[in-house]
C-alpha cells in the first residue's frame, strides 16, 4: 500500500496563498485518481480537487477558480495550489489514492 505524507500547511491571513504537496512512497499510476479531501470541525470531510490527468480534473464549486490540484507522476507527488484563501477553507486537508489516506495537514484562514 502507497504511503502518503502531506506537507505545505499552516496559517494565512485572508486573500493568501499556500501550496500543499502530497508525496507517494512508490509510484502513482495516472490511470487512478488522486484526490484532496478536507475536513473541518464538526463537518463531514468533503472532496475538495482530483486528478486523473490534467484533462480529467475536478473541484468542489467553492473552491473553482481559486485552487488548482496538478501532479507530478515523475516525482510520485501531487500539488493544491491554493488562491485566495478565505476562512471557509480552514481545515484538515488530506490526500487520498487507491484506498490509501495521508496522514492530513492544518490549513488555517485567519486575520
Known amino acids: 500500500q502507497v504511503q502518503l505524507v502531506e506537507s505545505g500547511g499552516g496559517s494565512v491571513q485572508p486573500g493568501g496563498s499556500l501550496r500543499l504537496s502530497c508525496a507517494a512512497s512508490?509510484?502513482?499510476?495516472?490511470?487512478?485518481?488522486v484526490v484532496w479531501y478536507r475536513q473541518a470541525p464538526a463537518k463531514p470531510r468533503e472532496l475538495v480537487a482530483g486528478?486523473?490527468?490534467?484533462?480529467?480534473?475536478t473541484y468542489k464549486d467553492s473552491v473553482k477558480g481559486r485552487f488548482t490540484i496538478s501532479r507530478d507522476d515523475a516525482k510520485n507527488t501531487v500539488y493544491l495550489q491554493m488562491n485566495s484563501l478565505k476562512p471557509e477553507d480552514t481545515a484538515v486537508y488530506y490526500c487520498?489514492?487507491?484506498?490509501?489516506w495521508g496522514q492530513g495537514i492544518q490549513v488555517t484562514v485567519s486575520s
Open positions: 512508490g509510484s502513482i499510476f495516472s490511470i487512478f485518481p
Open positions: 486528478i486523473i490527468s490534467d484533462y480529467d480534473i
Open positions: 487520498y489514492y487507491r484506498q490509501s
